[in-house]
């Protein structure tokens, strides 16, 4: 494999750093999927943890690192709530900046981890602006999501323990957003398990990084058009791009409707209440049965904080 | 602490037999839930895994014993769908006796799993004797949940789980049914963190072993109503309820609505679709705050098999 900018030695090391309560996530056979979809599937949960995503990893190496001091970060949500976290445990004083629509809940759990929130009157991309211009005003660190390494090398132990699974997977789906989930997964699985399939997952509304790595150069939509808040950037970072072209196999776009299908299915048969972001691997195999057919695949649901009433009006009321 | 029939060293024995998919599950504090709640909250999820219940932690050191033979289990769900599981894997000939009014995600998942699937037209009492018929006229081995020390110590595991946490808890709050995840649990927690407090508790629509508990003798009920399927017993095991003596604190009863309250929060703030005996532990500190004021308290995740129209009827329907 080419090199990436991640580092096994460090990945590895990353495990000592994170707390234990984000490691060792359950990863089962989840059966009561596989007649819909076909092929056996494989659950990496990312939810049961008090940030309820898979980026407390990231920022529990962030905030080892700037102990005692400040940092301020641009997020969709997750990041801020896991730096919020971390920050809390370890003396780092945090500034999320965020959407004005991003999810209520994610911004609610930002502001009760005692961080410091500002909104923007924009989308995530106008967030990265004022969180870079808040980091030079008041010369403090900024922490870039999938551009800072430990972001993505503390998304990468998770792919430590999907390569020691016995049997091995024949294909991983991951979320693709800003790209740490993606590289660092596909840098531990094409190092130590190459032969599995690394396939990046992306709503068909926010595809700048999926264009970009069928491109090869770096692609930029105006806007995005997605309920998979999570994932919905427009500008993908260069470098993060130069590493999914080394890791990654496929990246797929999937459509709205079977975003919602996949948390449909995954609250019906799995009992997981997942965000939309989490569901677009499960959204991957419904668009594309075929390709999966008897193949085993192992999915990441990679965070649950959601709106209930947008969920609900998903997944769809019952009574 | 006086003796039960459990045994310390079996106990962390039975860690070497149980398939690792089911041990070291999930335990984390869930801050979203404490505002209301009025104490800090952790939750030890049991149902991330492919039965979705605690159960298989038991079923895995029956398979293991009883490798290539036979046996007949009565189960209100969970303990069948689990020692289905383990008997698959295990050449385990496998049959379920079950009431025809569990769940149906229940039954359906026992049925997938290959076991032999026989209703009763009664409740899980009923479906005891059936099976104890079954296992005579069979000459094959009746597992008996609860007075089956492989039951308890399977559950025990849990224990030691929660009781190597830091810092420790004040109180653990366990779903009580027939008892073997009271007295595993209870049994290892009493063993070395002899200051925690072990509470179970139990609808007040199925209160015979609570009843039990208090009077210290077997009391039987007629009849049970409650929506918690999976601990509506009428008639307590006599070697249960001495083991229960020994090691819970309390016995308490709660009220239906105080379950479908407990279910919702767990949906709400914590993204959890558990079945109503896994919202016992919140239902008993939604009705008597004042106990648990200012302390931190564990509960048990223990299921969550359900079937969906019930459970979107008992949460309520959004949209």
């Known amino acids: 494999m080419q090199e990436t900018r991640l580092d096994t030695a460090r990945i590895r090391a990353a495990r000592q750093v994170i707390d234990p309560i984000f490691l060792d996530t359950p990863l089962y056979r989840c059966e009561a999927l596989e007649p819909v979809l076909g092929c056996a599937v494989s659950i990496k949960l990312e939810t049961a943890n008090p940030v309820r995503s898979f980026k407390a990893r990231g920022t529990e190496l962030v905030a080892s690192l700037l102990a005692g001091r400040a940092a301020v970060c641009a997020s969709a949500g997750n990041l801020g709530q896991a730096l919020a976290w971390s920050g809390r ?54 922490v870039e999501d999938s551009l800072d390494i430990e972001t993505c090398e503390g998304a990468a132990t998770i792919g430590l323990e999907l390569v020691d699974a016995a049997p091995p997977f024949d294909a991983v789906l991951i ?7 993606a590289t660092g997964v596909g840098h531990v699985v094409k190092t130590w398990a190459p032969g599995v399939e690394v396939i990046c997952v992306q709503p ?79 959204a991957a195999i419904l668009e594309d049965r075929d390709r999966f057919a008897d193949r085993h695949v192992a999915t990441i649901v990679c965070g649950g904080n959601v709106d209930m009433d947008a969920y609900h009006r998903w997944v769809g009321a019952r009574s």
Not at 175 to 181: D, N, Q, R, S, T
Not at 216 to 225: A, E, W, Y
Not at 238 to 267: C, H, K, N, W
């Open 89 to 142: 445990g370890r003396g780092l004083d945090v500034t999320v900046v965020a959407s004005r629509f991003a999810p209520a809940a994610k911004l609610d759990r930002i502001r009760a981890l005692d961080a410091r929130l500002e909104l923007v009157d924009g989308d995530f991309d106008m967030a990265r602006e004022r969180a870079a211009a808040i980091a030079r005003s008041d010369g403090i660190r900024l």
């Open 175 to 181: 979320a693709l957003g800003g790209g740490a989930l």
């Open 204 to 282: 068909l509304g926010a595809p700048a990084m999926t264009h970009s790595w069928h491109q090869r150069r770096v692609v930029t939509t105006d806007s995005t058009d997605t309920i998979a808040d999570g994932v919905a950037g427009r500008r993908p970072i260069p470098a993060v791009l130069d590493d999914l072209l080394v890791v990654a196999d496929d990246a797929v776009l999937v459509r709205e409707e079977s975003i919602v299908a996949g948390m449909r299915m995954l609250l019906d048969h799995a009992g997981l209440v997942v965000e939309p972001s989490a569901a677009l691997g499960i």
